[in-house]
């Protein structure tokens, strides 16, 4: 009998209208997304009985509620994952050039994860992306891990079962960011020398159950929270006086790609709330920042993303 393996994974993705109900599809309607690893795992609460009968053993044992969830790790790419970052934001793309900023419209999508040597698939709906980890660093693609949550999973039946979408549309030719295609900016300048960079962003999803249904019935959100931490090589005393005497600043890094597409990620508002410098050895000393980003007047938003495509 044949053995799935991850090489002939395939990740496939479509925006749902209704939260938790995947869309009808024709073919066609669903994304392709490329990825690195896909971790999006159904688990259920364990409910017991503990009614003592004299013999030390449990006499029954249910599964609780339905719990979706999982990291989707990717290298990271213009156009390939907007879908995603719409659902982090809670926003839409708009204008021209296209922005997305924090919003308060809630997108959930359905997600298949298909094994298509063993023509196996299984079907996430009710998913959101709850968490997105960014890191550029000077010696690799740019890589971003898409945290979901969801709400339920079944299985394609048939025999042979088959994938929701017999023709998905590709995922875009498009060769992943890496740092020295880029540019970086700390308080409105290029900054000399950064040597690290990593964006987290966190929506502090909860699953909201009601009676009569395992699968969480909504997800709610409460404040976004966007902190990080940037790496620079010790030069002078700018960036640490600003952590020193709280003065607002501003981070801004635009990841390119050969052909010049563009991911323009900003952040109008920022403080240092840490400032680490350790001399361990004889080298260059680096000093590490850890920030928080907030509202902004001007922009409305405490994050600002512009994409070339």
């Known amino acids: ?174 060769e992943p960011f890496i740092h020295f295609d880029g540019t970086f900016k700390e308080g409105g300048l290029t900054n000399e020398c950064f040597s690290s960079l990593t964006l987290n962003i966190s929506n502090e999803l909860e699953r909201q159950f009601c009676l009569g249904t395992r699968n969480a019935t909504d997800l709610t959100s409460s404040n976004m929270t966007i902190t990080g931490t940037a790496v620079v090589f010790f030069q002078d005393e700018v960036m640490l006086n600003k952590f020193i005497n709280e003065t607002e600043t501003s981070i801004q890094f635009r990841l390119s790609d050969p052909a010049g597409n563009y991911h323009d990620w900003y952040l109008p508002s920022v403080k240092y709330t840490t400032s680490t410098l350790t001399v361990n050895d004889a080298g260059v000393l680096p000093i590490s920042f850890d920030f928080t980003a907030v509202y902004d007047d001007t922009e409305g938003s405490a994050v600002v993303v512009t994409r070339s495509v």
């Open 1 to 174: 009998m044949a053995k799935a393996v991850g090489a002939n994974a395939r990740t496939t993705v479509i925006e749902e209208t209704t939260y938790g109900v995947t869309p009808s599809i024709t073919p066609g309607d669903t994304q392709v997304l490329p990825f690195i690893s896909n971790g999006a795992n159904l688990t259920r609460t364990i409910i017991d009985n503990p009614t003592i009968r004299g013999n030390r053993q449990l006499d029954e044992v249910r599964s609780g509620n339905s719990e979706v969830s999982g990291d989707l790790a990717v290298a990271y790419t213009v156009s390939n994952f907007d879908l995603l970052l719409e659902s982090l934001m809670f926003s839409s793309w708009a204008g021209s050039p296209s922005t997305l900023k924090v919003g308060n419209t809630q997108k959930s999508f359905s997600m298949e994860v298909g094994h298509t040597d063993i023509d196996q698939y299984r079907v996430f709906t009710g998913l959101v992306v709850d968490t997105l980890s960014l890191e550029v660093t000077t010696d690799g693609l740019v890589q971003s891990t898409f945290g979901l949550l969801g709400s339920g999973m079944t299985l394609t039946v048939g025999s042979p079962p088959t994938s929701w979408d017999s023709a998905p549309t590709a995922a875009g030719d498009y």
